[in-house]
């Protein structure tokens, strides 16, 4: 979202910044015109890069304490499993490791938490995966796979809401939509077994699951186009 569109949607919060801050500025400036005419602007300058200066170490300390405070707060969240392997607690340090050299977000920015998702994915893919040349396709579906799947979904979808527009539908399309639904149940199971894909259990689980209901789909769909004549009432 653009800063414009933040200050309109936020301009409550906005006018109750500048309310605030709108008098310390002030004497910020007035300040800066005295120390001008004092002649103390070096001194000033000095100061306030020596604060700085120490400032820096000290802002290193409470951010390592505020790590060691979150992980102590995670308890065994933080910790890996005994259960897992050598290259699966590598990938976990590195995790930790992008975590803590991760600056706090913005609530507003949405970019950086998605780049640092990204980095987080690869980073383990490449754990898992250390001699591919494209990790990222080997740890999650394969680009070119979801790329197509993506079209065929935008196109199966525009075909069934344009029939779902007419007041009665001729069974050969109904039967293209109830094909279509057979056809990617069949699609998905066998997916798994040719193991182009490696999901986890969850994943496995999740394709079964969609297969199941889109089978269930073309069965109800095939059992009334069976009852219907030859124009169906969409």
Same mark, same amino acid.
């Given at each position: 979202?653009? +800063?414009?569109?933040?200050i309109r949607r936020y301009?409550?919060?906005?006018?109750?910044?500048?309310?605030?801050?709108?008098?310390?500025?002030?004497?910020?400036a007035l300040g800066l015109?005295?120390?001008?005419?004092?002649?103390?602007?070096?001194?000033?300058?000095?100061?306030? %890069?020596?604060?700085?200066?120490?400032?820096?170490?000290?802002?290193?300390?409470?951010?390592?304490?505020?790590?060691?405070?979150?992980?102590?707060?995670?308890?065994?969240?933080? @910790?890996?499993?005994?259960?897992?392997?050598?290259?699966?607690?590598?990938?976990?340090?590195?995790?930790? %490791?992008?975590a803590d050299s991760t +600056?706090?977000?913005?609530?507003? @920015?949405?970019?950086?938490?998605?780049?640092?998702?990204?980095?987080?994915?690869?980073?383990?893919?490449?754990?898992?995966?250390?001699?591919?040349?494209?990790?990222?396709?080997?740890?999650?579906?394969?680009?070119?796979?979801?790329?197509?799947?993506?079209?065929?979904?935008?196109?199966?979808?525009?075909?069934?809401?344009?029939?779902?527009?007419?007041?009665?539908?001729?069974?050969?399309?109904?039967?293209?939509?109830?094909?279509?639904?057979?056809?990617?149940?069949?699609?998905?199971?066998?997916?798994?077994?040719?193991?182009?894909?490696?999901?986890?259990?969850?994943? @496995?689980?999740?394709?079964?699951?969609?297969?199941?209901?889109?089978?269930?789909?073309?069965?109800?769909?095939?059992?009334?186009?069976?009852?219907?004549?030859?124009?169906?009432?969409?």
């Amino acid at each position: 979202m653009r +800063p414009g569109g933040l200050i309109r949607r936020y301009w409550p919060e906005t006018l109750l910044i500048v309310l605030v801050t709108l008098p310390w500025l002030s004497l910020l400036a007035l300040g800066l015109v005295w120390l001008w005419q004092g002649g103390r602007v070096a001194i000033w300058a000095l100061t306030a %890069a020596a604060l700085g200066l120490l400032a820096w170490p000290v802002s290193r300390v409470v951010r390592r304490r505020t790590d060691e405070e979150a992980r102590r707060a995670l308890g065994d969240v933080a @910790e890996p499993a005994r259960t897992w392997n050598r290259v699966e607690r590598d990938a976990w340090t590195e995790v930790l %490791a992008i975590a803590d050299s991760t +600056p706090p977000f913005s609530f507003t @920015e949405i970019e950086p938490l998605a780049a640092r998702g990204r980095d987080t994915v690869l980073a383990v893919a490449r754990r898992f995966h250390p001699d591919a040349t494209s990790p990222w396709s080997r740890f999650s579906l394969p680009e070119a796979l979801l790329l197509e799947t993506g079209l065929f979904l935008i196109a199966y979808a525009a075909f069934v809401g344009w029939l779902g527009t007419r007041q009665s539908v001729l069974k050969p399309l109904v039967a293209i939509v109830i094909a279509g639904n057979a056809a990617w149940t069949l699609a998905s199971i066998a997916l798994l077994f040719s193991g182009a894909v490696s999901p986890n259990l969850l994943g @496995e689980i999740a394709v079964v699951a969609q297969a199941i209901a889109t089978g269930v789909f073309a069965e109800l769909q095939y059992v009334g186009l069976r009852k219907s004549g030859r124009v169906v009432a969409a």
